[in-house]
């Protein structure tokens, strides 16, 4: 059936491509079928019509030709038109049979639509109670929303009332006092850590206490009169446990540090008093004001006594200056008389005092030195008093500031009210002690050994000493300006006729001065001051002057010269043992070193070679001129000077040596000297070589016995000396 359905759309199709465009169709039964189709009429299609447009027909021809269906039709020979109808007919039969088949299954398709109609009356009945559903929903919303807002009223109500009972129980739990904190107070010693405990809660009450009476709260006057009598019997046990701790700084031999440190653990006792007791909390201050101040004044009176005991018994006194004559007296660097005797212009070992080391070491015990006979020198006692005073007074100034919970300018006052009085009687003592001290040394090292513990004390974050330390300073400063001063003048108004007999050697006097200044210098390279440089600079001037005026006693030039390389060179090595090679003292005297090193070579020169000297210098001046031709009436100076040269110059130099080695007593100055001598002797005879080189002088029969320059030079190496 289906394949006979096709085979009757493909004749149909078949018709209509081949032009039966305008064909009409009309319904009517065919074998009594309705609704068939009755086959196409083409006997009245007009072919000639002017309407028919040839070329579309072409065209259309031409499609269909191509259809594989119409190829398979023309290429087996069948009649279309025939089998059109035949198509149209089975296409009848198989419209009639479907209808039989529908009329057939009619009760079904009744059935069928019953059913549809069952279900459309159920659908609408849902889509009624769907609808009833939507408005109760809508109803059960706004329900909800009521219901929210019902709920957030009743949270807010909940949130205030709950805030309140917390306020309630903070105010409740201030004022209620428990029964432990009863039998605490009374009871328990003060030194159990349940009555600290308990104490910091009755603290806590009564601030809560204060705090709700000022607000007007009714309920405090139900506990007051219970916290006040706690408050007192608190107050009154804390009152007697401190003041008995601070009454045991008084015992005899006592360590105050040790219940210092045990008041500490107990610090909350005096803020208690403080905030709840204020006439009390002053009471105890007072009272650790008046003891440890008594305590401290007489520790170190006692201790200042004592040490100063163990001090040297030779000290510098007013006539020991620098510039005082070294005649009535042994001299100041002579070997002293006692073991351990004071120096007064040297260092030695004394600088180790401000070394890191010595600087915080154990402070000196007396009775033990004394035991050992021990002696020590001024600094070194200072060091040790203050150390001790440092060391004390920062461990105060921590326990004051911790304990009496003060901070800034109070923590200052108090700590002065407890250490004030042994600051000043310090002062008053070391006041005492400069007036008669002439050592320069000393009071230097006093005054840097001031400089660093002040820096310790900032480093320790303890301001309170800064006043005493520039009082300190105030007094160590201006004696020490005083000293120099008068060792300057006393430099300056020494009379080097009042001496005694001349010596080329060193003077004790530049000596003295050497081992000064360096003492001075290498103790301010550590912290500069400008002002020691200044008066150092002073005596240096006077010293120089003095050096001078000594040398002008001599009668020649020559010593004069050996007295100011000897005493040139000796301060310059002391200088350079201390201070840096590159500080003002040492490149002074370098400098003037070198020029009167220079002028004695020249001077030494002089007798052996002082006509070749002259001539050099006269020829190389004629030469320079453009005047050489004068040379030519030199001849007989010039062969006199070739053999006075050759037959004297080895006994000269020896001669030379041998003077030098006499005249200075530092043997590597000495061994520096003949060095430049010789050296400056062998440019002098390679100028004179060079000088008769000259055309006038070329012909000269003398030059056949001139030296030849290089066998001088190994000649001369001969006479160096080696130490």
Same mark, same amino acid.
């Given at each position: 059936?289906?394949?006979?359905?096709?085979?009757?759309?493909?004749?149909?199709?078949?018709?209509?491509?081949?032009?039966?465009?305008?064909?009409?169709?009309?319904?009517?039964?065919?074998?009594?079928?309705?609704?068939?189709?009755?086959?196409?009429?083409?006997?009245?299609?007009?072919?000639?019509?002017?309407?028919?447009?040839?070329?579309?027909?072409?065209?259309?021809?031409?499609?269909?030709?191509?259809?594989?269906?119409?190829?398979? /039709?023309?290429?087996? +020979? !069948?009649?279309? *038109?025939?089998?059109? &109808?035949? =198509?149209?007919?089975?296409?009848?039969? #198989?419209? $009639?049979?479907?209808?039989?088949?529908?009329?057939?299954?009619?009760?079904?398709?009744?059935?069928?639509?019953?059913?549809?109609?069952?279900?459309?009356?159920?659908?609408?009945?849902?889509?009624?109670?769907?609808?009833?559903?939507?408005?109760?929903?809508?109803?059960?919303?706004?329900?909800?929303?009521?219901?929210?807002?019902?709920?957030?009223?009743?949270?807010?109500?909940?949130?205030?009332?709950?805030?309140?009972?917390?306020?309630?129980?903070?105010?409740?739990?201030?004022?209620?006092?428990?029964?432990?904190?009863?039998?605490?107070?009374?009871?328990?010693?003060?030194?159990?850590?349940?009555?600290?405990?308990?104490?910091?809660?009755?603290?806590?009450?009564?601030?809560?206490?204060?705090?709700?009476?000022?607000?007007?709260?009714?309920?405090? /006057?139900?506990?007051? +009169? !219970?916290?006040? *009598?706690?408050?007192? &019997?608190? =107050?009154?046990?804390?009152?007697?446990? #401190?003041? $008995?701790?601070?009454?045991?700084?008084?015992?005899?031999?006592?360590?105050?540090?040790?219940?210092?440190?045990?008041?500490?653990?107990?610090?909350?006792?005096?803020?208690?008093?403080?905030?709840?007791?204020?006439?009390?909390?002053?009471?105890?201050?007072?009272?650790?004001?008046?003891?440890?101040?008594?305590?401290?004044?007489?520790?170190?009176?006692?201790?200042?006594?004592?040490?100063?005991?163990?001090?040297?018994?030779?000290?510098?006194?007013?006539?020991?200056?620098?510039?005082?004559?070294?005649?009535?007296?042994?001299?100041?660097?002579?070997?002293?008389?006692?073991?351990?005797?004071?120096?007064?212009?040297?260092?030695?070992?004394?600088?180790?005092?401000?070394?890191?080391?010595?600087?915080?070491?154990?402070?000196?015990?007396?009775?033990? /030195?004394?035991?050992?006979?021990?002696?020590?020198?001024?600094?070194?006692?200072?060091?040790?008093?203050?150390?001790?005073?440092?060391?004390?007074?920062?461990?105060?100034?921590?326990?004051?500031?911790?304990?009496?919970?003060?901070?800034?300018?109070?923590?200052?006052?108090?700590?002065?009210?407890?250490?004030?009085?042994?600051?000043?009687?310090?002062?008053?003592?070391?006041?005492?002690?400069?007036?008669?001290?002439?050592?320069?040394?000393?009071?230097?090292?006093?005054?840097?050994?001031?400089?660093?513990?002040?820096?310790?004390?900032?480093?320790?974050?303890?301001?309170?000493?800064?006043?005493?330390?520039?009082?300190?300073?105030?007094?160590?400063?201006?004696?020490?300006?005083?000293?120099?001063?008068?060792?300057?003048?006393?430099?300056?108004?020494?009379?080097?006729?009042?001496?005694?007999?001349?010596?080329?050697?060193?003077?004790?006097?530049?000596?003295?001065?050497?081992?000064?200044?360096?003492?001075?210098?290498?103790?301010?390279?550590?912290?500069?001051?400008?002002?020691?440089?200044?008066?150092?600079?002073?005596?240096?001037?006077?010293?120089?002057?003095?050096?001078?005026?000594?040398?002008?006693?001599?009668?020649?030039?020559?010593?004069?010269?050996?007295?100011?390389?000897?005493?040139?060179?000796?301060?310059?090595?002391?200088?350079?043992?201390?201070?840096?090679?590159?500080?003002?003292?040492?490149?002074?005297?370098?400098?003037?070193?070198?020029?009167?090193?220079?002028?004695?070579?020249?001077?030494?020169?002089?007798?052996?070679?002082?006509?070749?000297?002259?001539?050099?210098?006269?020829?190389?001046?004629?030469?320079?001129?453009?005047?050489?031709?004068?040379?030519?009436?030199?001849?007989?100076?010039?062969?006199?000077?070739?053999?006075?040269?050759?037959?004297?110059?080895?006994?000269?130099?020896?001669?030379?040596?041998?003077?030098?080695?006499?005249?200075?007593?530092?043997?590597?100055?000495?061994?520096?000297?003949?060095?430049?001598?010789?050296?400056?002797?062998?440019?002098?005879?390679?100028?004179?070589?060079?000088?008769?080189?000259?055309?006038?002088?070329?012909?000269?029969?003398?030059?056949?016995?001139?030296?030849?320059?290089?066998?001088?030079?190994?000649?001369?190496?001969?006479?160096?000396?080696?130490?």
């Amino acid at each position: 059936m289906a394949a006979a359905a096709t085979m009757a759309a493909a004749a149909r199709e078949l018709v209509l491509r081949a032009g039966a465009s305008d064909m009409e169709e009309e319904e009517g039964p065919l074998e009594g079928g309705p609704g068939l189709q009755e086959p196409l009429q083409l006997g009245e299609l007009d072919i000639t019509s002017d309407e028919f447009i040839l070329d579309e027909v072409d065209v259309h021809i031409q499609a269909n030709l191509e259809d594989e269906l119409v190829k398979e /039709a023309l290429k087996t +020979g !069948v009649d279309l *038109r025939h089998y059109s &109808k035949q =198509v149209e007919l089975e296409l009848q039969q #198989i419209e $009639q049979k479907s209808i039989r088949d529908y009329i057939q299954e009619s009760e079904n398709i009744a059935s069928l639509h019953n059913q549809i109609t069952a279900c459309d009356a159920v659908l609408e009945r849902m889509e009624q109670m769907l609808g009833a559903f939507q408005s109760d929903l809508s109803s059960i919303s706004s329900e909800i929303r009521t219901l929210q807002e019902q709920s957030g009223a009743m949270n807010i109500r909940l949130r205030n009332r709950q805030a309140v009972r917390g306020k309630l129980g903070e105010l409740v739990d201030g004022l209620v006092v428990p029964s432990a904190l009863v039998t605490a107070i009374l009871e328990a010693p003060v030194t159990e850590p349940r009555f600290l405990e308990q104490l910091q809660e009755l603290d806590a009450k009564a601030a809560a206490v204060r705090e709700q009476e000022a607000r007007g709260t009714a309920a405090c /006057a139900d506990v007051r +009169g !219970v916290l006040d *009598r706690l408050r007192i &019997k608190a =107050v009154t046990k804390i009152r007697e446990f #401190i003041l $008995q701790k601070i009454y045991s700084f008084r015992k005899p031999m006592t360590n105050y540090q040790i219940p210092q440190t045990a008041l500490l653990k107990y610090r909350f006792f005096y803020q208690f008093l403080l905030g709840n007791e204020r006439a009390t909390a002053k009471e105890i201050r007072d009272e650790y004001v008046e003891t440890l101040s008594k305590i401290y004044l007489s520790y170190y009176r006692s201790y200042l006594g004592r040490l100063m005991k163990v001090q040297y018994e030779e000290v510098a006194e007013k006539d020991d200056l620098m510039g005082v004559e070294d005649t009535a007296k042994k001299g100041f660097f002579s070997k002293p008389s006692l073991r351990s005797r004071n120096t007064i212009f040297t260092l030695g070992t004394r600088g180790s005092v401000i070394s890191p080391t010595e600087l915080e070491a154990p402070i000196l015990v007396p009775h033990t /030195a004394q035991r050992g006979e021990q002696r020590y020198p001024f600094e070194a006692l200072f060091r040790s008093q203050h150390y001790a005073l440092l060391d004390n007074s920062c461990r105060e100034y921590l326990f004051i500031c911790e304990f009496f919970v003060v901070s800034g300018s109070a923590a200052h006052d108090l700590f002065h009210a407890v250490m004030g009085r042994t600051l000043n009687m310090t002062l008053k003592h070391l006041e005492s002690y400069l007036t008669d001290c002439y050592d320069a040394i000393a009071v230097f090292l006093c005054i840097h050994i001031v400089l660093r513990f002040r820096n310790i004390a900032a480093k320790r974050d303890v301001p309170a000493l800064d006043r005493y330390w520039e009082q300190v300073l105030t007094l160590l400063w201006p004696r020490f300006e005083l000293i120099l001063e008068m060792n300057v003048q006393s430099v300056r108004s020494t009379d080097p006729q009042r001496l005694g007999g001349l010596d080329t050697r060193p003077h004790y006097i530049t000596r003295r001065y050497a081992e000064f200044s360096s003492a001075l210098v290498s103790i301010n390279q550590t912290i500069p001051n400008e002002r020691t440089m200044q008066l150092l600079g002073q005596l240096q001037v006077e010293v120089e002057n003095f050096v001078l005026r000594v040398a002008a006693e001599f009668s020649s030039r020559k010593e004069q010269l050996v007295f100011l390389i000897n005493n040139y060179d000796m301060m310059l090595g002391v200088l350079m043992e201390r201070a840096a090679d590159d500080s003002k003292e040492v490149e002074s005297f370098q400098q003037l070193l070198n020029a009167r090193t220079q002028e004695f070579i020249e001077e030494l020169l002089s007798p052996p070679f002082g006509g070749l000297v002259a001539f050099v210098k006269e020829a190389e001046a004629l030469i320079e001129r453009g005047q050489a031709e004068r040379l030519r009436g030199e001849e007989a100076r010039v062969t006199q000077l070739i053999r006075g040269f050759g037959s004297s110059w080895k006994s000269s130099v020896e001669s030379l040596s041998q003077d030098v080695m006499r005249s200075f007593t530092n043997f590597k100055n000495g061994t520096s000297i003949i060095q430049g001598a010789l050296t400056q002797l062998i440019q002098l005879y390679h100028r004179f070589h060079r000088v008769l080189s000259q055309p006038q002088l070329r012909a000269l029969p003398a030059r056949a016995e001139l030296i030849n320059i290089h066998h001088l030079m190994v000649e001369l190496k001969k006479h160096k000396p080696n130490f």
